[in-house]
């Protein structure tokens, strides 16, 4: 094993730190996957976290007004992210020093303080590859990060079909379509993107990972048959894509709607809030009786707890014959607080057909869709 000892910045190390953790298996049977590689040499160090299905690369260089370290002996460690974060932030001094004492075992410098860790042998660390297979194409972190936020909470939870616990991303004609599902309702955003096809589905710790780490500026994005890598400035993250075809949703979003409600968003969000100590099968459902704009009840039961009603407020208008429907108060909550219009239109067909929800009529961007649920009231 090569020696290893340099000194670098502590803030711009430990952030690095912090970047590339996120991707850290938490446990794993492969001791070394517990921890952070760190290589280094004169032009650069490297640092690395993977889990096997999400790997991160942060890469820190000097450059001619900013001296962030300085390399004595180049080398490569790994030791344990639980430990080596905690070292670093609570040295006391604005530079580390890390040198690799005997075998795997680790110094870390600061001032007056010095911690010594056992590591692990760097050779049993898996060789990640970063290299895109294809050309990347640019988008900006926010637009990125806006449709996976308004799509992603709609994604499984539960590994029963593993394609539903991510978003599916496909490009074509000019645009990204985001979309997740749980089979019970569906999040769909639509993003201008002038970009080669492509039908992929990201696992949703992929998306907070990439929510997390890049939040301003433009992303490079890379898409295979296998993976999908993000890069901006120095930092790498790569992940594996989510296997099995994902459902054609277009079937299953209505084509025609008989009734459209449009109501205050905050009225509704907190009519949805308002009942939800009042569980079945700990699940809230709340049944919306239509009748009128002037004249809508909502209204959620419980035979353990008990009950309660509201005339929902801030009815903008409402078109169509009278409607009874029922739905999960947290789905419909949730397609909610995606909108941000101060009015939501809701467009229904019948009680037990899927009902939408957008922004306004009109808007192509964003549709959320929420399943109803039957009840004997």
Known sequence: ?????????????????????????????????????????????????????ISIRSVIKNDKDNQLFFVEEPGTIVVDHNYILD????????EVQ????????????????????????????????????????????????????????AAANKETRPVLMGINLKSENGRITFTATDSFRLARYVLSAEVEPFNITIPSKTIGQVKSIFADGDISISVSARKIVFVQNGVTLQSNLLEGAFP??????????????????????????????????????????????????????????????????????????????????????DAVRSLNNENVTVLFTSEMKPFILKNDEDDQKLLQLVLPVRTYN
């Open 98 to 153: 890390v040198q690799n004492i005997d075998g795997t075992l680790t110094q870390f410098t600061g001032n007056n303080v010095d911690f010594k860790i056992n590591g692990f042998n760097p050779s049993d660390y898996p060789a990640i590859d970063f290299n895109a297979d294809t050309t990347p194409f640019t988008i900006k972190a926010s637009e990125f990060n806006d449709a996976a936020a308004k799509t992603s909470f």
């Open 248 to 333: 054609d949703i277009e079937r299953l979003i209505p084509s025609s709607f008989s009734r459209k409600l449009v109501v205050n968003r905050s009225a509704l969000l907190m009519a949805t809030a308002r009942p939800g100590f009042i569980k079945t099968d700990n699940m809230t459902i709340i049944r919306m009786q239509i009748n009128s704009a002037d004249d809508i009840v909502v209204t959620s039961r419980s035979q353990e707890i008990g009950e309660s009603h509201e005339n929902l407020q801030g009815v903008v208008s409402y078109e169509g014959d009278p409607l009874d429907i029922s739905c999960s108060a947290n789905y419909l909550s």
């Open 1 to 53: 094993m090569s020696d290893l000892n340099f000194r670098i910045n502590k803030d711009v190390f430990y952030k690095a730190l912090q970047t590339v953790n996120g991707a850290v298996a938490s446990s794993s049977p492969i001791p070394t996957m517990s921890g952070i590689e760190i290589e280094a040499n004169q032009d650069m160090i490297v640092l690395t976290g993977s889990d096997n299905d």
């Open 87 to 94: 070292m670093v932030k609570n040295l006391d001094s604005d």
